[in-house]
């Protein structure tokens, strides 16, 4: 009777389809029918968690911009770095006059959002040195203190898959100061410590007034002076370059804002914010270190099945449907980490799990992995626990904003789980 009512319990918790006997291989399991069948299981848990200390100052690119999603909240985009004057920085005794100042970014074709409204960017002087940190780094959330007065701003409309660059004009003051010490030989461009101890860095801040893309650029930006030289006929248009180097900082800062989201109660790394708590959805983004997890948390009561044998699990993956586009893509793929009850990574999962695209309808995008070592694992598990399964992205996760949502379960194409097994019948 025991038997009979966990039995009972299971079915309820999943749906069964597909039974087939066959003989094969009775003698390995002395005498009885083999019955092929699958559970298309409703009983995952989608959950969202977050992590912290994403490592930014050597990422592998920039990223600028600020944007108001509507299940998570703003997220905004910064860069702090320092640039150093070239080896023989040097215009003295040269028949040249000053033209202009400008920082100068190059596009590395990363965007997130749409990129038909304008961005405005505002560059400004850091006021403090800029080092790392003890433990050699830098995280997403450092930021150090600017001057609150801009140097210069540039509005413009993006063009991230061209190969042109921007170009934020500064003000004349400073650039005159720079060309001053070029035309002097002035020993605060002798050498890159001298330089930094007069010129600490830039700051590009992106406006936050309004909602519009992130975009990536190169870890190379560069503060140019133009000058022309009158010594050639007709005059010539030069700069001299002070550009980052791979010793000096390139830092990109990330705020999060989720006043107003259901976001607003997931405060520590060792939390779960379970989809029943927003909209039967669970969320990843990149940069706002939000991580989708999904536990099995009945995977151990299927060996109370008598001779229960899994054979293949499937997850499937559904984002919802028109939460993505070409502006807003989905990721390709998730690199995939076992964790405990707490979110502590203990070991990463052997296969990633891949976007399978309905071109068609668009009905049936999902992502796949298969999962059998993993339920395997935790049917063999003699103790209780909470382990369960975290998806991130593979590439560039500190310095983009790749987002999904989920689906759970109440929408269309729920995340499952598909186990495949053979049970003996000995009758």
Known sequence: MKQFWFVVVVILMMTSCGVDSSEIGTDFFNEGALDFSYIDSSSVKLSTIRIEDLTTNVGARMLLGSHVDEKLGRITASSYFQVVPPSGADLQYEDVSYD??????????????????????????????MELDDDGTLYSDRTFAIDENPLGSLTFLPKPNRSDSLEIILSDD??????????????????????????????????????????????????????KDKSTTPITDKYISFAASS????????????????????????????????????????????????DMPYLRELKQIENFYPTQAILDIYPIRNSYSNVEPIPSSFVVYKADEKNNFYAQYGTSATLLNDTDLDRYTRY???????????????????????????????????RIYAGNNGVDYKTRLRIYFVTVNNN
């Open 100 to 129: 202009y100042i400008a920082i100068v970014l190059k596009y590395d074709h990363y965007f997130y959002y749409d990129t038909t409204a304008n961005v405005t960017l505002r560059a400004h002087y850091v006021k403090e040195d």
């Open 247 to 294: 010793s000096n900082i390139v830092q990109t800062n990330i705020h999060t804002n989720v006043q107003n989201t259901k976001l607003t109660t997931l405060k520590d790394t060792d939390e779960r914010l379970s989809s029943d708590e927003t909209d039967e959805q669970a969320y990843l983004q990149a940069g706002a270190g939000l991580l989708l997890r999904i």
């Open 368 to 402: 796949t992995l298969d999962v059998t070592s993993f339920v395997k694992e935790q049917m063999e598990l003699a103790e209780f626990n909470e382990n369960g399964l975290v998806f991130s992205l593979s590439e560039n996760f500190p310095v983009s904003v790749d």
């Open 174 to 227: 400073l650039g005159k100061e720079l060309f001053e010490k070029l035309t002097s030989g002035s020993d605060q461009l002798s050498s890159s410590t001298e330089f930094l101890r007069y010129f600490k860095g830039l700051a590009i801040l992106p406006d936050t007034s309004s909602s519009t893309c992130l975009l990536g650029f190169a870890i190379t930006p560069e503060l140019r002076v133009y000058y």
